[in-house]
């Protein structure tokens, strides 16, 4: 076990404690990291880092009851969580699935930003963005009609890698995201003449009715618990003739759940009902996945949708 940590100043040594906790977590040795996180914890009660990682500790040791109160205090020292120990506590089974903490979305791409299309595009070997390009030139093609739009949003926009692919194809590209440092990055690439650092669904309510011909979420609709708001404000914005593209990530079963990446995933008739119910017709749905995870393809959704 480690040795108690005595200095002058609580903070300082629960900070220091922390830090070796993290080291010895990462080491494998799990039951002393949680003992020095309980002596960090005992010197700063409110230090919602440590509790955070006591509850991952205690729920890779099997100890459910213990780890879903460790995380319970990780949001009570944090309530804007941005941890996202609501997530853990859903995954767990000690809450209903909700939606995600505005915070924890904004600080994970905040933290993400930086390094965020070398870990997704060459790590996970994502192509979500092609393969929505893919699926709206078929609808296009099956239509007789030209892939090309005059305006279009791009939800959750990320660094801009869904408007690169589409960069021929549409004259005016608008992009939403939460995190302010993913909209610098998507500036950077000039491809846009709007970006605003907004969620999907209060993006969507400052514009007006009819004001997009496409409208895209390459990998955004997995940070989402219910799809009813975002799919409503995407037909009121939507032109007469305009499209819905998106990825989602499914699962076998009916409704909501939350994966072991503390993503959404939503079942396939969940899906179904949701677009019908927001007056929209799926013209394309496919099993493509769009990223890897551990080398493997992570079961994924490509659909397209138009007007019913």
Known sequence: MPARLFLSSGDLVADRGFEFARDLQLKGDSVAAADLLMQAIELAPNFASAWFTLGEIRTALGRRDEAIAAFRKARAADPGDRHGASLKLMRLGAEKIADMPRAYVQALFDQYAPRFEAALVDDLDYRGPSLLFRAVLAVRAAAKKPAFFKRAIDLGCGTGLAASAFAREVDRFTGFDLSPK???????????????????????????????????????????????????????????????????????????????????????????????????????????????EDNVPVPGLVAVATKT
Not at 250 to 273: C, K, M, Q, S, T
């Open 182 to 292: 993913m909209i610098e990055r998507a500036r950077a690439t000039g491809l846009y003449a709007e970006l605003e650092a907004a969620d999907m669904v209060h993006g969507l309510r400052g514009r007006p009715d009819g004001c997009a011909e496409l409208v895209l979420a390459a990998d955004a609709m997995v940070y989402l618990c219910d799809l009813s708001a975002v799919l409503a404000e995407v037909e009121r914005v939507r032109v007469a003739s305009g499209l819905l593209a998106f990825t989602v990530q499914p699962h076998e079963g009916d409704g909501v759940v939350i994966g072991d990446g503390l993503r959404y995933a939503h079942g396939a008739n969940y899906l179904r009902a949701r677009i019908a119910a927001a007056g929209l017709k799926l013209a394309h749905l496919a099993d493509w996945s769009a990223r890897n």
